[in-house]
Structures are given as C-alpha cells and as structure tokens.
C-alpha cells in the first residue's frame, strides 16, 4: 500500500474520515472540504486530514485535475481519484508528491504534513508594500472569525466550556486560514523592510 503518512495519523484519519459519504442534497457539516468522487459523487472530507490536503492541492491544477494529475504521475484517472478518496487507502508517495508541486499542484499537501509535526509551513513568495492593508485587514477578518466561533463554541449549550469534536473541526479549517494570511502579511511585510516594494 502506498502511504507517506506515519502510521501515528492513521488511527487519526481513519476516525475522522469515517462516514463522511454526503447523499444527494445534503449539506456538507462546517469544516469539511469538498472534492469530486468516482463517477461524479461529491465526498466530503474531514478538515486537518491528509485527503482534504490532497483535494485542494489537486484542484490547484485546475478544471480536469484527475485528468492532469494521473497525466504527470502516469497513472489512469480513477487511481488519481482514489489518493484524494476518503474511503480509499491509496496514498500519494512523495515522490509523486514532488511532481505534482513541480507542476503546478498546491502546496496544501506540505502545509498538512509540517502542522502534523509541529512547524508552520511560511510562503517565500515576494508582495508589495501596496498588499501590505489588503493582507492585514484580510488577516483581521479570518481572526475575527476565529475568536467569534470559538466564543461560541465555549458558549454552546451542547458542550458548555469546551471545543467539542465538530467544532474543533470547523476552527482547524480557520486557523489554518489564519496561519497562511499571517505568512502572505509576512511576505508583504519582508519585502517593504528590506526595500524591494
């Protein structure tokens, strides 16, 4: 079996991923991503998972990602599918992982693995100092959003005083918002300080 993750997440994965399968017409639950299963079902996948980091690093290539991806891995269409299935244990290798970077795939897949061992993954990419209130007011709004859901969330006649299961899913997803506006407003930032703007 094909896998890059450690065998500590996979307990991890399993649980969270478990009956994630959306019917049709149903809403997918905060803090699930969403990406295209075979035969054109929608699966949802749990946030902070390794398939929700594959999906969005495949939808980084564009319309007709599966046909993309299984064209620079060299495999057929339905096996690129089956890395992003939740209910699949097909795993990306990392050296196919490095292919999909070199041609243009997200880096969503890096960002999951550097949280998973406890870094934070900061872009490299240089912004002008015009980006530098974009990037701080955007910032302010996903910490906005993350104060005023884990307000309610401590609040929550179902789970008074703590972060239950659902709800630290759905603060994954905006804290790791947060982690990449902090590095776009870092890169703003750097590059007014050292006079490139």
Same mark, same amino acid.
């Not at 939740?86 to 969503?108: K, N, Y």
């Given at each position: ?10 307990? @991890? ?8 399968? $959306?019917?049709? !017409? ?46 620079? /891995? !060299? ?8 890395? +992003? ?6 795993? /990306?290798?990392?050296?196919? $992982? ?7 795939? !997200? ?7 550097? /949280? ?7 872009? $490299?990419?240089? @912004? ?22 884990? +307000?309610? @969330? ?11 299961? @659902?709800?630290?899913?759905?603060? /994954? ?21 050292? !006079?490139?703007?």
């Amino acid at each position: 079996m094909n896998s890059f993750h450690s065998s500590g997440v996979a307990p @991890a994965e399993k649980a969270m991923r478990a009956g994630q399968a $959306l019917r049709p !017409g149903q809403a997918m639950r905060p803090g699930q991503a969403r990406a295209k299963g075979s035969h054109g079902m929608m699966k949802a996948r749990a946030a902070g998972t390794i398939k929700a980091a594959v999906a969005a690093m495949y939808e980084k290539l564009g319309p007709g990602f599966l046909a993309k991806v299984g064209g620079i /891995l !060299g495999r057929k269409s339905s096996q690129a599918q089956r890395y +992003a299935d939740p209910d699949s244990e097909s795993h /990306l290798r990392i050296d196919q $992982l490095e292919l999909l970077l070199i041609h243009g795939g !997200g880096a969503q897949v890096v960002e999951h693995l550097a /949280l998973r061992a406890g870094y934070v993954l900061v872009p $490299l990419d240089t @912004a002008s100092a015009a980006q530098i209130n974009a990037a701080v007011e955007r910032l302010g709004r996903e910490f906005g959003e993350l104060f005023g859901d884990y +307000a309610a @969330a401590m609040s929550d006649a179902r789970s008074p005083g703590r972060v239950d299961e @659902a709800e630290a899913r759905r603060l /994954l997803a905006i804290s790791e918002r947060v982690i990449r506006g902090a590095g776009q407003l870092r890169a703003a930032l750097l590059t007014t300080a050292e !006079g490139r703007a």
